[in-house]
């Protein structure tokens, strides 16, 4: 089913907005002028009750407002205590939800933990804590605790993970956490069109709500607007919680945004439900976000809640504000803080009495005190776990139950690496139902009403052909033109289980996704310490040799991403590679970026029949492509078939040269490498790339490390030249490594 005919569907089986909704008409209509400062309306007087309260205002009774104002108290004591603790070097790194308290704690009512998914951001301790982490659990992140569930000990303070109750692990870029938070309710969206994954889905909700939360900087930032593009294309159950304190860092709203209001900004987006409220009244904070939760909870798409807070201390200790703020305005924050304000309120509508609100704020402190020895007695990290979660502790994809490669079967017609490609993903989505593909083009034709009448894209490449026709739009759909959501939403359904395997459509442009891959994607398992992973595939078309390719079709830095921990880095050179490649790609539980050369898309020397469907080849696996004794050449991807041509003209002049593929980059297999240089003692390394700072610069210092011994001559490497690559042919040419390069290094090398 296509994505516009499922959204079709979807809006004929819904019912109104709840009213209030902000629509863009609405909006265009004279708003209130943002105030500097937040008014909190007060809380009808017990006194008055033979009053109605406004149908919008929750009815709340004693013991709840209590309830309330203790998590605000908490949260702010918390904060304070890591102050002090800061103060005294127990602690490494202090940053507060102060402000915030009274809007968060109303999400946290709001919503289900370990039902709901949350993405926050550093502020929301409020959150969390009625959520149900405790301050204890707090407290071990903040002295870098083993026992701590939000990262044990690998992430700073107010960084919030927490399994159990569905708090997917936070990184420290701001906005980051948005575009995840958008695929983990695509996932939803997906499983709610796919049969087969109800039941092998984990902790599926047919009406469970994404919750993500933002400060006002954040919306400067790209990936802001992309999760909500597709949070409003889509209709996801997505709340967007933007906690508007009025400053990012030092740097004030009205910089930061055209007009200072980015609810008006965002108006004309379709589907979307906006509010703004005080956000720190709690009981106005609690009748937005009851209202914001239910539309998303009825699947009439998401919800946007823009609340006005403050933020009565520095950004964090790292910074003072009485450098960039005047007194006057603290002053007037201070008038509004949540925590007095709502505890005058208690005290003046007769909630409590002041030595009640007194005896339980006193009981606050010995919790958080006797919880801070505790945390302060606790055990950071042995030394030696430092490398633990790096990859997959469970499913190793070096390991023999990935090698089918010394028994396989070939059979039919010789086909060229797309097609190898193209049967392997087509095999792998009938085995494993919660494989989703989805990137720029990929699909056949979004309209699915038109796939009968047009031959279909199936990508630039033709990689992705007939995948929507076989495999429905659900599970095969195009993305919009932005790399960064792309990955970003796969992270997210990644997180929830399903596999996808995305394209970026040219490795030149992936550069708006390095920040998802780099510190999103490769980091989630180590940083969460294993309790949060996306395992995913990144197919990405890579190189030059295609004439008319230029600057910007022919990028191969690939060191950029073998240095990243975390990240596996395959780079197959021909059909069968491909083929057995990607399927350990696909099985495997670790982030992958799968890197396919253009020119060898349909080149007639890799072809090969088909292999079974449970063919693969093990990551760090290279492998000899032709034997020799006088040299050996270490190389991947177009450089293989380039180093076999100078090979067989050097073996004219009387050279042996053997040639090792490495296949699979990080990791790359060293024995194959020190056994062949042990046997030549001769080697270069070729390879596509830069000659400076590139892929071969490691490998030839490792041998030159931990092979001096055995070499009769210098490492010497073959390799682009420190430029980009042209348009002009004859340019191009002189640019990027040809077979007469690597045959003048072998003689040169093998006469040293």
């Known amino acids: 089913m296509s994505d516009t005919k499922v959204l079709r569907l979807v809006k004929k089986s819904e019912g109104k907005l709840p009213e ?60 304070d205590k890591e102050i002090q603790m800061k103060g005294q070097n127990r602690i490494f790194f202090q940053i507060s939800g102060a402000g915030h308290e009274a809007i968060l704690v109303a999400a946290g009512l709001c919503l289900k933990p370990g039902y709901d998914w949350f993405y926050p951001y550093y502020r929301d301790r409020a959150l969390c804590l009625q959520l149900g982490m405790t301050p204890l659990e707090m407290l071990l992140q903040s002295v870098g605790a083993e026992a701590d569930p939000n990262s044990h000990g690998r992430q700073m303070p107010s960084h919030w993970g927490h399994k159990k109750l569905n708090i997917v692990s936070q990184s420290s870029p701001t906005g980051t956490q948005l575009l995840q938070a958008v695929g983990c309710a695509e996932a939803t969206y997906r499983i709610k069109l796919i049969k087969e994954l109800k039941k092998r889905i984990k902790q599926f909700q047919n009406d469970e709500v ?96 823009h609340a006005k807070v403050i933020r009565p201390y520095s950004h964090s200790l790292s910074d003072d504000e009485k450098l960039y703020r005047a007194e006057a305005e603290r002053v007037a924050d201070a008038e509004h803080d949540p925590i007095k304000r709502f505890g005058s309120l208690l005290v003046q509508e007769g909630f409590a009495s002041q030595d ?15 919880a801070a020895d505790i945390a302060l007695a606790s055990p950071q990290p042995a030394a030696e776990t430092a490398m633990d ?22 059979t039919g017609s010789p086909g060229t690496m797309v097609d190898l490609i193209n049967r392997c993903l087509h095999t792998e989505m009938k085995r494993d139902p919660r494989i989703v593909v989805f990137g720029e083009d990929i699909a056949d034709c979004s309209r699915e009403e038109s796939l009968d009448q047009v031959k279909g894209k199936g990508g630039v490449f033709k990689v992705t052909a007939n995948l929507q026709r076989e495999f429905g ?10 790399e960064a959501n792309i990955v970003g939403r796969a992270i997210g359904m990644a997180t929830r289980g399903l596999k996808p395997v995305v394209e970026i459509q040219f490795f030149d442009y992936i550069w708006p996704a390095f920040h998802q891959i780099r510190n999103e994607l490769a980091l989630l398992r180590w940083r969460s310490g294993n309790e949060f992973s996306a395992p995913m595939v990144m197919r990405v078309p890579v190189g030059g040799y295609l004439k008319g390719g230029a ?23 021909n059909a069968l590679d491909a083929n057995g490649l990607l399927r350990t790609s696909i099985r495997c539980d670790d982030p992958v970026i799968f890197l396919e050369h253009k020119h060898l898309y349909r080149q007639a020397y890799n072809k090969s029949p088909y292999p079974s469907d449970d063919f693969m080849i093990p990551f760090g696996k290279a492998k000899t492509v032709r034997d020799g004794t006088d040299l050996s050449i270490i190389s991947y991807g177009a450089l293989v078939q380039r180093s076999l041509v100078a090979a067989r003209q050097a073996e004219q002049q009387g050279i042996s040269v053997e040639i090792i593929d490495l296949r699979t980059l990080s990791p790359y297999e060293w024995n194959a490498i020190e056994n062949s240089v042990k046997k030549t003692s001769r080697v270069i390394v070729a390879h596509e790339d830069s000659l400076s700072w590139g892929y071969g610069a490691e490998i030839a210092s490792r041998i030159s490390s931990e092979l001096f011994e055995h070499l009769d001559a210098p490492v010497r490497r073959v390799a682009a030249l420190d430029t980009f690559v042209a348009y002009a042919p004859q340019l191009e040419d002189a640019i990027l490594p040809q077979v007469a390069d690597v045959l003048k290094a072998i003689v040169e090398v093998n006469s040293y």
């Not at 990936?223 to 909500?228: M, R, S, V, Y």
């Not at 739009?473 to 932005?482: C, E, I, Y």
């Open 20 to 79: 209030g909704t902000f629509t863009a008409k609405a909006v265009a209509r004279a708003e209130p002028k943002p105030s500097t400062t937040p008014s909190i309306r007060p809380v009808p007087s017990r006194r008055r009750r033979h009053r109605e309260r406004p149908r919008t205002q929750p009815q709340l009774s004693p013991e709840e407002m209590l309830k309330i104002f203790r998590t605000m108290y908490l949260s702010r004591r918390l904060d």
């Open 210 to 305: 994404v919750y993500v939360s933002l400060g006002d900087g954040t919306t400067s930032e790209g990936e802001f607007w992309e999760a909500l593009n597709t949070a409003c294309n889509l209709r996801l159950p997505v709340v967007f919680l933007l906690e508007d304190n009025g400053y990012a860092i030092s740097v004030p709203v009205e910089v930061q945004t055209p007009g200072g209001d980015v609810s008006k900004l965002i108006s004309g987006f379709p589907n979307l439900y906006r509010q703004r409220c005080d956000g720190t009244d709690p009981v106005e904070s609690l009748a937005v976000m009851r209202r914001a939760v239910d539309n998303c909870r009825k699947s009439r798409g998401p919800s946007f809640v």
């Open 356 to 370: 009640e609100l007194q005896q339980l704020k006193d009981e606050i402190d010995r919790e958080i005190n006797e």
């Open 389 to 410: 979660f790096i990859y997959s502790p469970t499913v190793d994809p070096t390991s023999k139950e990935f090698n089918t490669e010394g028994t396989v079967e070939l």
């Open 473 to 482: 739009s659900a599970r095969v759909f195009n993305s919009p033109l932005a």
């Open 551 to 573: 600057i910007y079709h022919s990028q191969s830095g690939v060191s950029l991403f073998t240095q990243i921990p975390g990240l596996r880095v395959v780079y197959p050179s």
